[in-house]
Nanobody, 123 residues
Framework: QVQLAESGGGSVQAGGSLRLSCTVSLDTYCMAWFRQAPGKEREGIATLDSHGLTSYAESVQGRFTISQDNAKNTLYLQMNSLKPEDTAMYYC????????????????????WGQGTQVTVSS
C-alpha cells in the first residue's frame, strides 16, 4: 500500500525556518510539495524529479529548498525566511510514474498524496 506521510509543520514567527519531511513508500519519477491556504486553491511550490532536477514557484524561489534522502525514503522541504503568507496546509505528492521528461507542478499529475501538515507563520 502506497503511503506518504508528512511531518514537521508547526507555528513560527516571520523570518523563521521550518523543515518538512515526507516519508515515501514507492519509487516515483516526480515528487512535489503543494500548499493550500484557507479559501485558496492548492498550488504546487516545489518539484523534484528522479534525476535531481528541481523547480520552484516564484513565491518561494530562493527561500525554500526541496531535497530527498534516498536511504531514508524521505522528501524534505527546507523553508527559510518564512512570511505570514506562507501560512497553509502543506502536502507532499508523488506521481507514481516510472519515468518522465519533466516534473510539472500540476495537481492532476500526482496520484499519491500525504494527509498534510499545517504551517502557521505569525507576524
Amino acid at each position: 500500500q502506497v503511503q506518504l506521510a508528512e511531518s514537521g509543520g508547526g507555528s513560527v514567527q516571520a523570518g523563521g525556518s521550518l523543515r518538512l519531511s515526507c516519508t515515501v513508500s514507492l519509487d516515483t519519477y516526480c515528487m512535489a510539495w503543494f500548499r493550500q491556504a484557507p479559501g485558496k486553491e492548492r498550488e504546487g511550490i516545489a518539484t523534484l524529479d528522479s534525476h535531481g532536477l528541481t523547480s520552484y514557484a516564484e513565491s518561494v524561489q530562493g527561500r525554500f529548498t526541496i531535497s530527498q534522502d534516498n536511504a531514508k525514503n524521505t522528501l524534505y522541504l527546507q523553508m527559510n525566511s518564512l512570511k505570514p503568507e506562507d501560512t497553509a496546509m502543506y502536502y507532499c505528492a508523488a506521481d507514481g510514474e516510472v519515468g518522465g521528461d519533466y516534473c510539472y507542478n500540476e495537481m492532476w499529475r500526482f496520484a499519491y498524496w500525504g494527509q498534510g501538515t499545517q504551517v502557521t507563520v505569525s507576524s
